[in-house]
């Protein structure tokens, strides 16, 4: 990160630690900077040398929080708000029921006058995206506040990207988009590779993304970072709500996904004694191969319904995918025929901020109907055995990823090789499998035949460390649920 970026982030950021002081989660501060940035933003829009009108309904601007101090200030933050929540477009997205959960009007001025203090709209695009995605990237380490589920590893995304190779013009779509990692990796990548003429820029800024985000507060923070990497307009490009209801009927040329971890989509139902139940969400729809409450494979089959003809899929799914029966089962068989399933990279352990997490990115081309099954080969990188990583102290980096990217052979996939980590696997070979498992390994794993070759100390610490809190995260989710405190 550019110092002058590092320098605003941690100026932010120390005042957090003020916050919290006052019971402002990581996550709470982090929604009220949006809200306030993107008041601040709208506001210098209107100045010399822009001189657009206001988008921002008059009376609930910045300069009607500026002027304001004290209790008034803390009413009048409140109802701005309220107000602002009711609007479309993109102001809808950023403040769809937000709320004040800074309580002390002091506190709040002062937040509000080191914003001040900064020309956000003068600033290269570049450094306001890295200010707030340094923000988003602290929330996530932040593991009291659960916000690393819906924060993918940029290393991961951007490897992703590169060998899937976006180009201008195509069409981008992620489900669960979080906070919009593949977007701005997409949108980097082609701004970076192509000389753009005017109408390609324009498309790219307004046309070429399109998520879904369940969560009000991560669809917001989603939102304002593509806002401030220059992509979208006055109409947001995140649809808030749950991707997996129905069909919407829109197709793409290329889906970038990593969806929410855990096996069942669940609702809270409250029964006649008033009592709060879990109900796991089956979703019935035409366009899916198999009925299931598996999140993942109902994920896996959205997007396989997302994509146009020939459009191209990355998506990250865990272990069970591969291997799950029934209706696990159902979904790699047809996929395998429907689709040309190419690629697996098997990821390694203590990459993800949900911890404990056996991943893989699953990678496919939509094809026409046929007969003859369309998946030939599946080429499966093997990057976990016998690869230790941590999220401090020897977390995933891009260049771990590079022997990947030259084995993938993006350039022209159908010119591969065989090496120790890369091996081919016949469609026919796939099938004869138990349940057409692809959970498959040929490394032999080190750790469990010679101790002379574990991680150091420090990895294994480190592991230990991560598992244990994952486990205290779970054990306090648990007695929340059960009525404690």
Not at 70 to 78: A, F, N, S
Not at 426 to 455: C, G, H
């Amino acid at each position: 990160m550019a110092s002058e970026s590092a320098t605003i982030v941690q100026r932010l950021w120390n005042y957090c630690h003020v916050l919290r002081d006052d019971g402002v989660s990581y996550g709470d501060y982090v929604e009220q900077l949006t809200y306030l940035l993107f008041l601040k933003m709208a506001d210098e829009q209107t100045r010399p040398p822009f001189n657009k009108p206001s988008a921002i309904p008059a009376g609930y601007d910045w300069p009607s929080l500026v002027s304001k101090d004290g209790e008034e200030l803390e009413t009048h933050y409140r109802r701005t708000l309220v107000e602002l929540g009711r609007e479309s477009g993109m102001l809808g997205v950023i403040f769809r029921k937000s709320q004040n959960r800074i309580q002390d009007p002091a506190k709040l001025r002062r937040l509000i006058v080191m914003i001040d203090a900064e020309t956000w709209v003068g600033m290269d695009i570049d450094v306001k995206g890295e200010i707030y995605e340094g923000l988003l990237q602290k929330n996530a380490e932040d593991i009291k506040s659960g916000a690393g589920q819906y924060f993918t590893p940029r290393p991961l995304i951007k490897a992703m990207v590169a060998v899937m190779r976006p180009e201008p013009g195509q069409t981008i779509c992620d489900p669960a988009c979080g906070t919009g990692g593949f977007f701005l990796a997409a949108h980097d990548y082609v701004s970076h590779n192509y000389p753009l003429d005017r109408d390609q820029k324009r498309f790219l800024r307004y046309n070429t993304f399109k998520g879904w985000e369940i969560v009000d507060s991560t669809a917001r923070l989603c939102a304002m970072n593509l806002y401030l990497h220059g992509i979208g307009g006055e109409e947001s490009p995140i649809v808030v709500g749950d991707s997996l209801i129905s069909d919407p009927g829109d197709r793409f040329d290329m889906v970038l996904t990593n969806p929410p971890f855990g096996k069942k989509s669940s609702i809270t139902i409250v029964n006649a004694e008033g009592k709060a139940a879990r109900s796991a969400l089956t979703y019935e729809r035409q366009d899916f191969w198999a009925t299931t409450s598996n999140k993942q494979l109902n994920f896996l089959q959205h997007v396989k319904t997302l994509l146009r003809i020939h459009g191209r899929a990355a998506i990250v799914a865990p272990d069970n995918v591969l291997f799950e029966g029934g209706a696990g089962e159902t979904v790699r068989r047809k996929l395998l025929h429907e689709c040309d399933v190419h690629t697996l990279l098997r990821l390694p352990t203590g990459v993800f901020y949900a911890q404990g997490v056996k991943a893989n990115v699953l990678f496919f081309d939509r094809r026409p109907g046929s007969e003859k099954p369309w998946t030939e080969k599946l080429w499966i990188y093997d990057l976990r055995t016998n690869m230790h990583f941590t999220l401090k102290q020897n977390p995933l980096r891009y260049g771990d990823l590079q022997d990947f990217i030259a084995c993938y052979n993006p350039e022209n996939r159908h010119h591969r090789q065989e090496t120790e980590r890369f091996r081919a696997f016949a469609y026919d070979e796939l099938m004869q499998r138990d349940k057409v498992s692809l959970d498959i390994f040929w490394l032999k794993d080190e750790s469990l035949e010679d101790t002379e070759n574990l991680p150091a100390p420090d990895v294994l610490a480190g592991e230990i460390v991560e598992n244990l809190q994952a486990a205290l995260e779970q054990f306090e989710s648990i007695y929340a649920v059960l009525g404690g405190e």
